[in-house]
Structures are given as structure tokens and as C-alpha cells.
């Protein structure tokens, strides 16, 4: 069956609000797309549900975490991101729910992004890997706080915190999805996304030992190459959209 083409992800919104569970998650794949996007002027805040305290079997938590954090920080930045905040849920075992999608709901208020960027959410990786219970909590989580962020009646503390409702998310854009439906053609923020998943390199070298400089260039080559077919034989980030 051939496959449709992808759509280029609308550009006509300022701002953009990024969730997900663990540092480096956006650098997996969406940080070429984070590049474009702010050099095209756009205002992009990243918003992480943990500080990846469990992410590191020979760091424990309490070294862990603030190292992470720095490490997410300054790789943020390489892609032109000034504002990176955490929600300190504990790490592997972030809990789908009310605490979790007022969280979420709270931050789209105070931000007011047009575009919502979050990962994966389902159980799997193309039917091929099982996904993390952090990944699908925070995903599903991000979807589902769109709407609770647009109703006043949901959390109608926030409203009480002088947080008003907001519904201007036009679109949610799921990053790792296997059922892509647009892209972000990543010619320029390529070799920024490498040297940003490159920041995170305590973690990179806890999880591999591949040098991490051929790592992160493989991993993300690998990456934008697998749908360029769809995407006119340009290099894509891809991303499942769903318009609000």
C-alpha cells in the first residue's frame, strides 16, 4: 500500500509549548524541528514532567536530577529554547490522572501556545518496542490537558490562581509517532540537534558504548531519513497532528 505524503506542519503560530517526561525526550527527534521553529522567530517552552532521576543506574536520584537538569538546560539552548520547567513527578512512575492533567492544563494557561508538542503515547513503538508507562502517562495526559485547559470548569482552582482558561491550541503535534501525518523538513537544525542530544552526555554515556558523538549522528540521521520518502526526499521530523 503506498503511503500519503506528508503534510509540512502549518507555520502560521508564535507560540509552542513542549511536554514530556524526561530530559532528552525532545532530543530524540524533535529538536531539529525545535530549531526551525525558533529561528523562524516562534517562541517554543519546554515543560518536563521529571527531573530523569532513574534514568542513570550508577547516579543515585538525588545526583542524578539536578545533573540532568543542567544537562537539558544547556541543550535547550543550542536549539534557541530560553525556557525549560519541571514538574518534579517522580521518574518511572509518573501516574496518568487529575494531578497529572492539572499540571499540564495549568502550564497551557500560563504559556497560551497555538501549537502543543508532546511524545508518543502509545503502548508501543511501531508494534516493535514497548513504550515507558512516563511516556504514555505525560502524552496522553498533554492531549487530554488541551481540552482542560480551554474549560473553566475543569480545575476551576487555576482560575482562582488567576490562571484563565485558554483555547487557542490549534494543534497538538505528537513527536515518535508511527502514524506521522506531517513533518518539519530538518535540513537546517540538523547539526544543532545532534550537538543537543550531545549535551545530555552523562546519560548518553551511561546508555551506550558507542562514542557519543557517532551515536547521536546515527541515531538522528536514522531518524529524519526514515520518511524523507513522504516528505519530498527531504530529511523529516515527523509528527502525528491533531487539530483543536
Not at 148 to 159: K, M, Q, S, V, Y
Not at 190 to 208: G, K, Q
Amino acid at each position: 500500500m503506498t503511503q500519503q505524503p506528508l503534510e509540512p506542519l502549518p507555520t502560521d503560530w508564535s507560540r509552542a509549548l513542549a511536554v514530556v517526561a524526561h530530559p532528552d525526550d525532545l532530543e530524540y527527534g524533535a529538536a531539529a524541528a525545535v530549531a526551525a521553529w525558533t529561528d523562524g522567530g516562534r517562541e517554543v517552552v519546554y515543560l518536563l514532567a521529571t527531573r530523569g532521576e532513574a534514568g542513570i543506574d550508577s547516579l543515585p536520584p538525588a545526583e542524578c536530577a539536578p545533573l540532568r537538569e543542567r544537562e537539558q538546560r544547556a541543550s535547550a539552548a543550542v536549539v534557541g529554547v530560553r525556557t525549560v520547567e519541571f514538574l518534579d513527578h517522580r521518574d518511572g512512575v509518573i501516574e496518568y490522572g487529575t494531578a497529572l492533567r492539572r499540571d499540564i492544563a495549568a502550564a497551557i494557561r500560563r504559556h497560551r501556545p497555538e501549537l502543543v508538542v508532546t511524545l508518543n503515547h502509545r503502548d508501543t513503538w511501531g508494534g516493535v518496542a514497548w513504550n515507558t508507562p512516563d511516556h504514555r502517562a505525560v502524552g496522553r495526559a498533554t492531549l487530554d490537558a488541551v481540552a482542560d485547559a480551554g474549560n473553566r470548569w475543569i480545575f476551576p482552582e487555576l482560575t482562582e490562581q488567576g490562571l484563565e482558561p485558554w483555547s487557542g491550541v490549534r494543534w497538538s503535534a505528537v513527536a515518535g509517532s508511527d502514524r506521522p501525518t506531517h513533518a518539519v523538513d530538518a535540513t537546517a537544525g540538523f547539526e544543532r540537534s545532534v550537538r543537543s542530544l550531545l549535551e545530555h552526555r552523562t546519560y548518553i554515556e551511561a546508555l551506550t558504548e558507542e562514542a557519543p558523538e557517532k551515536y547521536c549522528r546515527s541515531f538522528l540521521e536514522g531518524m529524519v531519513r526514515a520518511e524523507a520518502d513522504r516528505f519530498g526526499g527531504r530529511p523529516a521530523v515527523t509528527f502525528e497532528v491533531f487539530a483543536h
